[in-house]
């Protein structure tokens, strides 16, 4: 599914309009009743609604969704933000429609005219949409700030007052949502960590808007949905053999820390690789064998001082190689890098103690094999690439990265975000606070790991990767709850995620 900034979205509309054909009013009257309609299915029947409506054409949404409040029996009060001038063509019209209802109508011109906000009404945010460029301030701001301290329930049609669609709004003064009614598809400003606050869930309303309009506008943003993933899947042949779906490896562990490789094998191979060699610490062996015994072992040196030492020899056979889980803060992981990246130039997948070490040897970037897959986190991003003001600068970071470098950045988050050499960002739809825990990222660097090796190009690797990690995740949740998850639920659950692809 294509995430569509500000002026893409215009655009949609206007195709619509052109090609359905359909007066732009009578698109406004199908929003805002997709609207209506999710506030009747959704326990706000026989509520009492404040609306607050700019003039522009997200107010003009507002005024239909008082109308028909209204005509179907609710208490319903409007306040209009009045700066001496004429609304937008639809808007007009709406407004005129509204007077022959029950509905209230006031205008706020000034601070002495913003009234308290009647105890225990839904208020609708419809003043400003998603067309402003600036911040919001003067009597908007006022406003804005006067319906998040009235303690009602509020729900953001399009998008929250006073948030950007497509840039960084951080210090805006913003309407704090808990619902937020868009439409058709993703925005930009949804998906980043810094607007949380004020977007509350998202609701995404068909509003019937033309599907032809998206083969003829490419975006360079793209959300990871289930459609997507079932095209990318590779379906297993009935005569196939282990030696079909690749021979990985993993370096892994060290002491204290051999749980990062159990739980990173275990995902591996539950992720459908052929052949998994795990390598690790003498320390790890007897746990590794027998928490996953279908992995084989290599060990570095096996005496009492040898907590952290990883045999890296004759890694140039393996299909891939995963790199990172539980290595510890070791001074020897930088020349295990220098090692394992010449040895074997094929793509892999690096993660954290092996991302710290490359942040402390910044050399060794330019050593990367191309193709790789780095699966930072936020702090291990700034790390590797430095800080940024936003999230929206971090992204482009590393849209920007990977483009230079010839890899493929997997930043974790809330909607893990894939960037990719050729300039095209993905975002995951799946996952769930309840992995905000220890060990969920060393169960990705299995999957991603074992999807590679099984031939799965990079890109398709880290899409179903992150797609299959998220879902598990949520399959996990829904069974035991978002609080009680931990890393090996996601393992265990990663069977259903295949089925219920």
């Given amino acids: 599914?294509?995430?569509?900034?500000?002026?893409?979205?215009?655009?949609?509309?206007?195709?619509?309009?052109?090609?359905?054909?359909?007066?732009?009013?009578?698109?406004?009257?199908?929003?805002?009743?997709?609207?209506?309609?999710?506030?009747?299915?959704?326990?706000?029947?026989?509520?009492?609604?404040?609306?607050?409506?700019?003039?522009?054409?997200?107010?003009?949404?507002?005024?239909?969704?008082?109308?028909?409040?209204?005509?179907?029996?609710?208490?319903?009060?409007?306040?209009?933000?009045?700066?001496?001038?004429?609304?937008?063509?639809?808007?007009?019209?709406?407004?005129?429609?509204?007077?022959?209802?029950?509905?209230?109508?006031?205008?706020?011109?000034?601070?002495?005219?913003?009234?308290?906000?009647?105890?225990?009404?839904?208020?609708?945010?419809?003043?400003?949409?998603?067309?402003?460029?600036?911040?919001?301030?003067?009597?908007?701001?006022?406003?804005?700030?006067?319906?998040?301290?009235?303690?009602?329930?509020?729900?953001?049609?399009?998008?929250?007052?006073?948030?950007?669609?497509?840039?960084?709004?951080?210090?805006?003064?913003?309407?704090?949502?808990?619902?937020?009614?868009?439409?058709?598809?993703?925005?930009?400003?949804?998906?980043?960590?810094?607007?949380?606050?004020?977007?509350?869930?998202?609701?995404?309303?068909?509003?019937?808007?033309?599907?032809?309009?998206?083969?003829?506008?490419?975006?360079?943003?793209?959300?990871?949905?289930?459609?997507?993933?079932?095209?990318?899947?590779?379906?297993?042949?009935?005569?196939?053999?282990?030696?079909?779906?690749?021979?990985?490896?993993?370096i892994a562990g060290s002491y204290g820390m051999m749980g990062a490789a159990v739980l990173c094998a275990r995902a591996c191979l539950r992720s459908g690789v052929g052949k998994l060699t795990c390598h690790i610490p003498a320390v790890g062996y007897n746990i590794l064998q027998t928490s996953v015994p279908e992995a084989m072992c290599k060990t570095g040196p096996a005496n009492e001082s040898a907590t952290s030492g990883h045999a890296a020899q004759e890694m140039d056979k393996y299909d891939t190689i995963g790199i990172g889980p539980g290595l510890g803060s070791n001074v020897s992981n930088i020349a295990l890098l220098y090692s394992v990246f010449e040895q074997n130039r094929r793509p892999m997948v690096i993660d954290a103690d092996g991302l710290n070490a490359i942040a402390q040897e910044k050399a060794l970037l330019n050593k990367i094999p191309l193709g790789s897959i780095l699966t930072p986190h936020p702090k291990e991003f700034e790390r590797l690439f430095g800080k940024t003001a936003n999230d929206y600068d971090r992204i482009q970071l590393a849209q920007q990265t990977a483009t230079d470098n010839n890899l493929y950045i997997v930043l974790k988050g809330r909607y893990t975000f894939i960037a990719s050499p050729d300039g095209k960002g993905y975002f995951n739809s799946t996952g769930n606070p309840g992995m905000a825990s220890g060990g969920t990222g060393d169960v990705l660097t299995g999957i991603i790991t074992g999807l590679l090796a099984q031939k799965y190009s990079p890109l398709h690797a880290a899409i179903l990767g992150v797609y299959l990690h998220g879902r598990a995740g949520d399959l996990a949740a829904s069974f035991a709850s978002q609080p009680s998850l931990i890393a090996s639920d996601l393992v265990d659950f990663l069977g259903q995620a295949y089925q219920s692809l």
């Fill in 1 to 250: 599914m294509q995430i569509f900034a500000t002026e893409q979205i215009r655009a949609w509309d206007e195709y619509t309009i052109r090609h359905e054909p359909i007066a732009s009013v009578d698109l406004m009257e199908r929003a805002a009743t997709a609207c209506f309609e999710w506030l009747l299915q959704n326990n706000y029947k026989g509520r009492a609604f404040t609306i607050f409506c700019g003039k522009g054409n997200n107010g003009g949404d507002g005024l239909v969704i008082a109308r028909l409040l209204a005509q179907s029996h609710h208490t319903v009060t409007v306040y209009i933000l009045e700066f001496g001038h004429k609304g937008t063509v639809d808007f007009q019209m709406n407004l005129a429609r509204l007077h022959d209802t029950s509905a209230s109508i006031r205008f706020v011109s000034s601070e002495e005219t913003v009234h308290g906000i009647q105890a225990g009404d839904i208020v609708i945010d419809a003043l400003l949409g998603s067309g402003i460029n600036r911040p919001a301030d003067g009597l908007t701001a006022y406003l804005i700030q006067h319906i998040n301290n009235s303690n009602n329930e509020v729900i953001a049609i399009d998008i929250p007052s006073g948030l950007f669609v497509d840039h960084s709004g951080r210090g805006n003064i913003v309407i704090k949502a808990h619902h937020t009614l868009s439409f058709q598809c993703f925005k930009p400003a949804f998906l980043m960590p810094e607007n949380a606050a004020g977007i509350g869930e998202v609701h995404l309303l068909d509003i019937g808007l033309l599907p032809g309009f998206l083969s003829i506008q490419d975006s360079s943003l793209l959300l990871i949905d289930q459609p997507m993933i079932r095209q990318l899947l590779q379906p297993r042949k009935p005569f196939s053999h282990k030696g079909d779906y690749g021979h990985a490896a993993l």
